[in-house]
C-alpha cells in the first residue's frame, strides 16, 4: 500500500492518498448515523569489500540460508569462502566452503547450509582472500518440545520517509529466534513520487533488473537493517511495493504498460532481483511467483506464509458507493462482482495447500500465518452483512475478495466431515498503522454466536484472532488519529486501533497463549534509539479471542550477539 504521484497516463486506482480521503469522508458520514551513500556501482571501481553486509533466513531445523555480495573492482568470477561456527570467536567450526559468484547474479552469495542441528545458534563469515565480512548470528528452528518462541514482525519501510529505528530496535534484541518480514521490504518508487526525508538510487522509479538490483543495493547499506540482518535469521514475503502500487496477477496500480513495458517482464526481473538480494529460499524453480511456504517450530506452532500478489490476485475493483465523486473518492459495498466466488485473491491451490494445513496440524498448536494485507473486516459503516448496506473502505484487502475470505472461516468453524481449526493467529503488514482484532465471519451481527453473530463483550463468535503491524517508516493514516473511536463503533471486532506510529510487533509465544507487544519508536526523522510500549494483547489456547496482555520478560542468558 502506498500512495503515487498522479503523471499523465496513470490508470484510476485505489491509492494511498484517495486511501485516506476515502476514510476520512465516510467517517465523517457514518459518525453522523551509518554507511556511505551511492549505488552499486559507485563502489565498483575501489577495493573489494562486503559493503551490503551479511544476512540469514529462512531457517528449517537443519539448515539455514546465508547471504552476502562481494563489490569488487573487476568483472570476473569471485570465489568466496564461508565458515560456520558455534562460537561468536569462529573457533569451533561446523561448516567450511566455497561459493563461486559472478555478474550474472550480481556477486550475490547465496548458500543453504544443511547438515546444522535444531535450536541452536551459530556464527558466520564470508572473506575472498584477506577481506572479510562482518560476522553473522543465525538460529535454526527447534524441533520437539518447544516452551517458548520469541519473534519480531516488522514490515513497509520507505526508504523517503526516514530512518529505520524500527530496524535498529529489532536487532538489539539478542534473544529473538527470528524476524518475520510481512512485505514492503523495498519500495519502487522514484524522487518524490511518495515521500521526501531521503532520495533513492536510482532516483527514477525503477523498471529494470539494473534498477531493481540497484534499490536492493541502497536498501542493504542501510546500517539498521545490516544489523538486523547481521543478528537474527529473516523469514520474508513480499507485498506489493517489491514489484509496483497496488500489483495483481496481470499488472499494477502503478504500471502503465504503454510507457513502463510488459507487466510479465517486470516482474520477472523483480523477483530475479528478489531472490538474488533476499536471504529467501525458492520454493518452486519453475514458477518463482510461488513464494508461500510453511515452517514447523517442534510442537509449538506452525508458521505459513502466502503469496497474495502477483500469483493469482484478480484486478482490484472500483468503488461503487461514491462519497465525492468529482475527487474520485469513495467507499464500497459488497454487492454484484465483490461477490463473485470466481475472484481469486491467493488462488486454488494455495488455498487448498492452506486449508489442509490449517486442517492437518494438531489443535493445540498454533498456527500462525504471515500474510500481507488486513483479513479482517475494515468498515467505514457498520452493519450485519446480510443487509448489504456495510460500507467498506479498502478494495485491496481481504475486504475486496470476501468469497474467499468466506471460505477460510467455513474451514475454521468446521464441519460434519472436519473438526474446527482453534489457534490461528493472522499476523499482517500492508496498511501502515496498528490494529488488533478478533475474526468472525459476520462482526456487527449482534444477535450472538449462536445466530451466527459475534458478542463484542466477551469475544463470543470469534474463529481466530489477528495483528496487524505498522510501518518500519512509510506514512500511516496519521490525520485520521481523533477518528480511531468512530472505527472502533463501526467495527467491534477490533480491540486497538493506533493510526499515527511507526514500530514493529513483538510475538511472545508458549503453549498456553500467544502475546503480542506493540513497540512504537519516537521518530522517523533522525536516527533515534527511544521507543515505547503502545499495548500489550494476547490469546489464549482454545479461546479465539483476544484479551488484554502484560509485556512479557526477555529470555535469560540469550546467546552472544554477533560481534
Not at 517489491?242 to 499488472?251: D, L
Not at 454484484?336 to 481469486?344: A, I, N, S, Y
Amino acid at each position: 500500500m502506498g500512495h503515487k504521484r498522479r503523471l499523465a497516463g496513470k490508470r484510476s486506482g485505489v491509492d494511498r492518498r484517495h486511501f485516506l480521503k476515502s476514510a476520512a469522508a465516510g467517517l465523517a458520514a457514518s459518525a453522523l448515523p551509518l554507511l556511505p551513500e551511492g549505488g552499486n556501482a559507485a563502489h565498483a571501481a575501489g577495493a573489494l569489500s562486503f559493503v551490503h553486509g551479511v544476512a540469514s533466513g529462512d531457517p528449517l531445523n537443519d539448515r539455514v540460508i546465508l547471504w552476502t555480495r562481494v563489490t569488487t573492482p573487476g568483472t570476473a568470477p569471485c570465489a568466496v569462502s564461508y565458515v560456520v561456527a558455534t562460537d561468536p570467536a569462529l573457533t569451533a567450526l561446523v561448516q567450511t566452503g566455497t561459493f563461486i559468484t559472478d555478474a550474472s547474479r550480481d556477486y550475490t552469495v547465496k548458500l543453504d547450509v544443511g547438515g546444522l542441528e535444531p535450536g541452536r545458534t551459530y556464527y558466520y563469515r564470508f572473506n575472498v582472500g584477506n577481506v572479510t565480512s562482518p560476522i553473522g548470528r543465525t538460529k535454526t528452528l527447534p524441533t520437539g518440545n518447544v516452551d517458548r518462541l520469541r519473534v519480531a514482525v516488522a514490515s513497509c519501510s520507505s526508504l523517503a520517509h526516514g530512518f529505520f529505528n524500527a530496524y535498529a530496535r529489532i536487532a538489539e534484541r539478542t534473544d529473538l529466534d527470528f524476524v518475520l518480514h510481512l512485505g514492503d521490504y523495498i519500495y519502487e518508487y522514484g524522487n518524490g513520487d511518495y515521500g521526501n526525508a531521503r532520495t533513492y538510487e536510482p532516483a527514477h522509479e525503477i523498471l529494470t533488473l539494473a534498477d531493481y538490483r540497484q534499490r536492493h543495493g541502497q536498501y542493504k547499506r542501510e546500517p539498521e537493517l545490516q544489523e538486523l540482518h547481521r543478528q537474527h535469521p529473516i523469514i520474508a514475503i513480499w507485498d506489493d511495493h517489491e514489484f509496483a502500487n497496488n500489483a495483481w496477477v496481470g499488472g499494477a496500480e502503478n504500471h502503465q504498460p504503454d510507457t513502463e513495458g510488459d507487466w510479465a517482464t517486470r516482474v520477472a526481473v523483480a523477483l530475479q532481483a528478489y531472490y538474488e538480494w533476499m536471504p529467501t529460499r525458492v520454493p518452486d524453480a519453475n514458477d518463482l511467483r510461488r513464494n508461500y511456504r510453511s515452517f514447523s517450530i517442534g510442537n509449538l506452532a506452525d508458521l505459513f506464509m502466502l503469496e497474495e500478489r502477483v500469483g493469482a490476485r484478480a484486478e482490484q475493483l472500483p468503488l461503487n458507493v461514491p462519497l465525492v465523486p468529482q475527487a474520485g473518492l469513495g467507499v464500497f459495498r459488497q454487492t454484484g462482482p465483490f461477490l463473485d466466488p470466481t475472484r481469486q485473491l491467493i488462488g486454488q491451490t494455495q488455498e487448498e495447500w492452506l486449508i489442509t494445513g490449517l486442517r492437518a496440524a494438531p489443535q493445540e498448536r498454533w498456527k500462525l500465518i504471515g500474510q500481507g494485507v488486513m483479513f479482517a473486516q475494515l468498515k467505514v459503516v457498520g452493519l450485519p452483512n446480510a443487509t448489504t448496506l456495510s460500507q467498506f473502505l479498502n478494495v485491496d484487502q481481504w475486504d475486496g475478495y470476501s468469497p474467499v475470505r468466506d471460505r477460510l472461516y467455513d474451514a475454521l468453524a468446521g464441519d460434519s466431515s472436519n473438526a474446527a481449526v482453534n489457534n490461528v493467529v493472522v499476523l499482517t503488514g500492508d496498511i501502515h498503522c496498528s490494529w488488533a482484532a478478533d475474526i468472525t465471519p459476520d462482526p456487527n451481527r449482534l444477535l450472538g454466536p449462536r445466530f451466527g453473530g459475534y458478542n463484542a463483550l466477551t469475544g463470543e463468535g470469534s474463529l481466530a484472532v489477528e495483528f496487524v503491524c505498522t510501518s518500519v517508516t512509510s506514512a500511516g493514516l496519521d490525520n485520521l488519529g481523533p477518528l480511531a473511536p468512530v472505527l472502533r463503533v463501526n467495527n467491534p471486532h477490533f480491540k486497538y486501533i493506533n493510526l499515527d506510529r511507526r514500530g514493529y510487533m513483538l510475538l511472545d509465544i508458549t503453549p498456553q497463549r500467544v502475546s503480542n507487544e506493540m513497540w512504537f519508536i519516537d521518530t522517523v526523522d533522525t536516527r533515534s534509539s527511544g521507543q515505547t510500549l503502545g499495548a500489550v494483547f494476547q490469546t489464549t489456547r482454545g479461546q479465539n479471542r483476544l484479551r488484554r496482555g502484560t509485556v512479557s520478560t526477555p529470555r535469560a542468558n540469550p546467546p552472544a550477539p554477533a560481534p
